[in-house]
């Protein structure tokens, strides 16, 4: 898809034009409710008639709702609205005197800082942060910058594509090839402008049977591959997983360290930490690797979906400060998106979206409670809720759990942290005999989202339940394991732990009484 037609193809935000001047009443909720589901694409925009949006989300608070699904997508919470509420009154007030393309550049510059501060990046010089609707519009925009003045196409190696953004592949500019060790493929036209199109090769990281893969294999994939065209001299751009949709790392932080140490003029490296399920010493020690690295504020911190941001470290700066300007880029950025004093950002249009600046505002309150809890804490609740649910799905016949691997990142020399215990719990369904269709699957996590309390005299019936939307793993036989994902969050974490919060122990028994629903319900259908 071109820059243009991907342009055309968003929902814009809407005008503050009608916004009262500073003597009439403030904006009411609904119009901040507006502007949450405005400047991304067709996935955040809320069905007409059920107000929810493709992940199952609504725009305003819903405290009904059991929130384990951060690995997709989760319902803003009460205090992150209230902070988007506060911040679309001042904006009102602002739009009646200056321009709103100056007031979005100054929003973002302030978000910019709370964001680095809160994540333990406010230290380092010279970093500087990107900001995006998306994950997906972060790789297309790495790939630009990281590719200028190559030769030859650049070559991409990515993750497979069911375990990062469902658009990454289709945003590089290519289409998945037949089944391999390493898939690869190059895209058909010039998706890129001046860019040549690249070539693009995922590395899987589960076998066709859904188990995981050794990662020795899937490094000597990659270093295999990337070490050859390092060598002939084109330019590599390689994009590890930290984590994925179902937990994993892929490649190893060795297997990207090396190869940046032997071809530092052709390798990039970007983490694709779009879940963000990491403690800040561990971003602060990618971004002293001079990995790039992309992060997400929905997800773990359970902002609104589509707020997105790319670290870029000092050398990684300097070494890209000669790139063109990203003019091409011109349909996924505007000028208050890019960092000042990073070159080309001049050249952008220099109009706004305030529903970026409004859903980055939620992911920041959210961030800002959790970084208040004490990372041991959280590091014990983190524990006692993976022992939890892990001995729940082994336990009961209705899942069966998808294999994971320990969260290791040997090498990168961060200091132990929370971000070392599973978050991400992938499981699929079981009837007797079989596993549940992906028909079934999906009617599962659809119907985990209504109360059914009026169907089934059964307190956990009534729960309505957020989990992580299926993922496919692979096939058994002539069976498709498609894994649903209970999922931990910074908003769980703060409600467990802070002052006047629930306590640990109620939100694990949430989360069993989620996983008792889920697994009626699959019975349930089982036997329809």
């Known amino acids: 898809m071109s820059a243009a037609r991907l342009t055309a193809a968003r929902k814009p935000a809407p005008s503050l034009a009608p916004w009262p001047a500073v003597d009439k009443p403030a904006p009411t909720p609904i119009e901040a409710q507006a502007l949450l589901t405005a400047g991304g694409d067709s ?10 949006n493709r992940y199952g989300c609504g725009a305003r608070p819903d405290a009904d709702i059991a929130p384990f699904g951060s690995s997709t997508a989760s319902t803003i919470s ?23 393309p100056v007031i979005y550049r100054r929003e973002l510059d302030r978000v910019r800082q709370k964001l680095v501060g809160l994540l333990g990046l406010g230290d380092i010089v ?3 942060t990107i900001l995006s609707p998306s994950g997906t519009d972060l790789h297309r925009i790495v790939l630009h910058i990281a590719s200028e003045g190559a030769a030859a196409p650049a070559l991409v190696i990515l993750p497979e594509p069911q375990e990062t953004g469902s658009g990454v592949v289709a945003a590089m500019g290519g289409q998945l090839g037949p089944a391999s060790a390493l898939r690869a493929t190059i895209a058909s036209r010039n998706l890129h402008g001046a860019l040549s199109a690249p070539q693009i090769m995922t590395a899987p990281t589960r076998a066709p049977d859904g188990t995981v893969r050794p990662v020795h294999e899937v490094d000597e994939d990659v270093g295999m591959i990337a070490a050859a065209a390092a060598a002939m001299g084109r330019k590599v751009l390689l994009v590890m997983m930290d984590v994925s949709k179902t937990g994993l790392i892929s490649p190893s932080v060795a297997c990207a360290q090396d190869l940046k140490r032997r071809f530092p003029e052709q390798v990039e490296v970007m983490v694709d930490a779009c879940q963000l399920r990491l403690a800040p010493t561990t971003l602060a020690a990618y971004v002293a690797q001079d990995f790039l690295v992309a992060i997400t504020g929905s997800k773990f ?18 070494r890209l400060k000669g790139a063109a ?22 050249l952008l249009d220099d109009r706004e979206n305030f529903g970026l600046l409004l859903r980055w505002e939620a992911a920041l309150e959210e ?13 014990r609740f983190f524990v006692q809720f993976a022992e939890a649910i892990g001995e729940r799905l082994a336990e009961d016949d209705a899942f069966e759990p998808i294999e994971a691997r320990p969260i290791e990142r040997l090498g990168l020399g961060a200091a132990p942290s929370w971000d070392r215990i599973q978050t991400i719990f992938p499981f699929a369904l079981r009837a007797p005999g079989r596993l549940l269709s992906p028909v079934e699957t999906v009617g599962v996590q659809r119907l985990l989202g209504v ?10 019936a009534a729960r309505r339940v957020e989990l992580g939307q299926p993922v496919h793993c692979g096939h058994r036989a002539e069976e498709t394991l498609l894994g649903l994902r209970i999922c931990m969050s910074a908003r769980l974490a703060t409600t467990a732990l802070s002052t006047g919060g629930r306590g640990g122990g109620a939100v694990i028994a949430d989360a069993l009484e989620v996983l008792d629903k889920t697994a009626w319900l699959a019975r349930r259908l089982a036997d329809a």
């Open 43 to 52: 996935r955040i925009e809320p069905d007409e008639i059920s107000g929810l």
């Open 78 to 100: 009460v205090a992150a609205y209230g902070a988007v509420e506060r911040l679309t009154r001042r904006l009102a007030d602002e739009a009646a005197r200056e321009s709103r």
């Open 126 to 128: 010279g970093l500087k």
């Open 301 to 318: 911190m359970t902002g609104p979906a589509f707020s997105a941001a790319l670290f870029v470290p000092p050398a990684a700066g300097a």
């Open 325 to 346: 300007s990203p003019r091409a880029l011109a349909g996924l950025c505007a000028r208050g998106e890019w960092p000042e004093d990073m070159q080309g950002g001049g």
């Open 367 to 379: 961030m800002r409670s959790f970084a208040q809890l004490p990372p041991a804490a959280v590091k």
């Open 451 to 460: 109360n059914l309390g009026d169907w089934a005299q059964w307190r956990p």
